[in-house]
């Protein structure tokens, strides 16, 4: 089966490249080639609809899809992209209006439309460079702006999709419409909405932990650290996680004040980080105060040192397990770690084994699932001291895990939840979603090294050098959440049909860490037959 994608993938690109040699060969001898699309009833403009985890580049080939359908539970978030490209050789200017969500009875589903920014990114073993579409721009066309379309250039829009509880199941049906600068349609493309009768829970049945701040991050956004501006923007940036269903490490409040209460006991937060300080009696403080609430107790979490991996970081790793073990016992601690068998000043570590009664949520990077024996290991240890297993992804591209860097295709992020759930892990943690100190991302995706970790730490773009307050989410942190809600699925069908199903359904997505599909098509067949057997 993976053969046969692989070949099919490169006669897909063999074809493609031929044609865009016609295609630029055609312009340099001005003749006039059709590239794909689907053409409205006037012919300046070409469109079609994508999936949510596709990635169509500004100069890439249009598909032929005229419609599209969006299958979703309730409670559920999904996307689709509506791509249009102009036909004619002089700039067209457009504007782009989203219709209401609507079935019969007139019941709508919230949907709000994004304009795809384009990012250069990609190179070197983990994908070829170019322009890929990544920053979603809040897209508002009763502001009196016009689009600019020129001929075999694309600009892509997202369109989320989000149902409630009582959504009523059905068909819903809405158009997205194309119309000049002088008040003329030139396209409607229609699309549908099947709603089905699968209740999503407000909380990710996965724990996750993502970072946020860094210096740059405030400077970005044109507010100072320690300030009320300060403080603001980052509670922008935690509750627009948590609304995709997504916990960041810190409170967007001091642990010990009133208002982090809220935070503790809102069901989405599936954990938060306690500070580490240095004084005993206010690290004890801090830890009774989660303690006088079971639901808190299981949310918090030290997360004092991270990635240890030299006799140097075990001693004072061990240092701090130590003095937690005395002032805070039964606590609860995370340590990502990305080496197992380690060798250093004479002495052997085992990675995994050192953190036995220490951490009890073992968080290994996703490249140490594939060495032979660490799965089955990781399994004995969670099973034998009653822990919890999670994983992190940061920079696993040489090894062909998947991750969430720019140029890669956005099966990648959403398949990663697939995995997850494969490898009998309940938690997803990374490191940042706004690391901008080395980059402005909008200037370069270069975020922590180079463009061919495109996006590595980032899954915004700050809004204030757009001239926007808070946050600009990106199509990889959608798929992100919208994997989660795989996740979810799976367990929601692991409890009605058994874990035995839900392996079968994902390995038909997921042979191993590195061997799965980049189609989208297929993951929608797979997660939409989920959710119809769901439904009953």
């Known amino acids: 089966m993976f053969i046969w994608e692989q070949t099919a993938a490169f006669f897909k690109s063999l074809y493609i490249g031929c044609l865009a040699f016609v ?32 990635k169509i580049q500004p100069d890439g080939i249009l598909g032929k899809r005229g419609s599209l359908r969006v299958t979703m539970g309730k409670n559920e978030r999904e996307g689709l992209q509506f791509i249009v490209r102009g036909r004619h050789k002089n700039t067209l200017r457009y504007s782009v209006e989203l219709s209401n969500v609507t079935n019969a009875n007139g019941s709508t589903i919230s949907a709000k439309m994004f304009k795809e920014s384009y990012i250069l990114a990609g190179a070197g073993k983990s994908g070829s460079a170019g322009m890929y579409p990544d920053a979603l ?3 508002q066309p009763n502001q009196g702006r016009l689009e600019a379309a020129t001929a075999h250039i694309n600009q892509g829009y997202y369109i989320e999709l989000r149902t409630g509880k009582d959504t009523p199941a059905g068909i819903y049906s809405a158009e997205v419409t194309v119309i000049s600068d002088k008040g003329q349609e ?36 044109s507010v100072e650290q320690d300030t009320p501006g300060g403080d603001a923007l980052y509670k922008q940036y935690y509750e627009y996680l948590l609304d995709h269903k997504i916990s960041s490490y810190y409170l967007p409040h001091d642990i010990l004040s009133g208002e982090a209460d809220a935070y503790m006991s809102d069901p989405r937060v599936t954990s938060f980080i306690l500070p580490y300080p240095e004084d005993d009696a206010r690290l ?31 001693a004072a790793y061990n240092e701090i397990t130590d003095r937690l073990a005395a002032l805070c016992p039964g606590y609860h601690m995370v340590t990502p770690f990305f080496k197992w068998a380690i060798s250093d000043g004479g ?22 699932f594939l060495k032979k024996g660490f799965p089955e290991a990781l399994a004995e240890r969670v099973e034998g001291s009653g822990g919890r297993a999670w994983w992190y992804p940061a920079l696993a591209a040489d090894a062909g895990c998947g991750n969430l860097f720019i140029h890669q295709p956005g099966t990648n992020y959403r398949l990663l939840f697939w995995q997850q759930y494969q490898q009998a892990l309940t938690g997803f943690l990374y490191w940042c979603a706004t690391y901008w100190d080395r ?15 495109a996006g590595e730490g980032s ?21 992100v959440a919208d994997g989660l809600e795989d996740y979810d699925l799976l367990r929601m069908a692991e409890e009605k049909f058994g874990r035995d199903y839900c392996l079968e359904k994902a390995a038909k997505l997921s042979k191993s860490l590195t061997r799965y599909t980049r189609n989208p098509a297929k993951l929608e067949i797979i997660r939409v037959g989920i959710l119809r057997d769901l439904a009953g």
Not at 348 to 366: E, K
């Open 23 to 54: 295609v630029m060969g055609s312009a340099g001898f001005g003749w006039k080639l059709d590239v794909g699309g689907v053409h409205g009833f006037r012919a300046d403009y070409a469109y079609t609809f994508a999936y949510s985890t596709e």
């Open 137 to 139: 721009i809040p897209y």
């Open 186 to 221: 030139q396209l409607r493309a229609p699309f549908t909405v099947e709603v089905v009768d699968a209740v999503f829970p407000d909380a990710s049945y996965s724990e996750t932990a993502v970072g946020i701040e860094y210096s740059q991050f405030y400077a970005l956004n």
């Open 284 to 314: 004890q403080e801090y830890y009774a105060k989660v303690l006088s609430n079971p639901d808190w107790a299981r949310k918090a979490l030290f997360y004092p040192i991270d990635e240890p991996g030299s006799a140097e970081d075990f």
């Open 347 to 368: 002495a052997d570590f085992d990675g995994l084994a050192i953190q036995g009664g220490r951490s009890d949520i073992l968080c290994p990077h996703v490249d140490l």
């Open 439 to 453: 980059e402005n991302p909008w200037l370069s995706s270069a975020t922590f090294d180079s463009y061919e970790h």
């Open 459 to 479: 899954w915004f773009y700050p809004g204030r050098p757009i001239g926007l307050d808070g946050p600009v989410p990106s199509l990889r942190l959608k798929n």
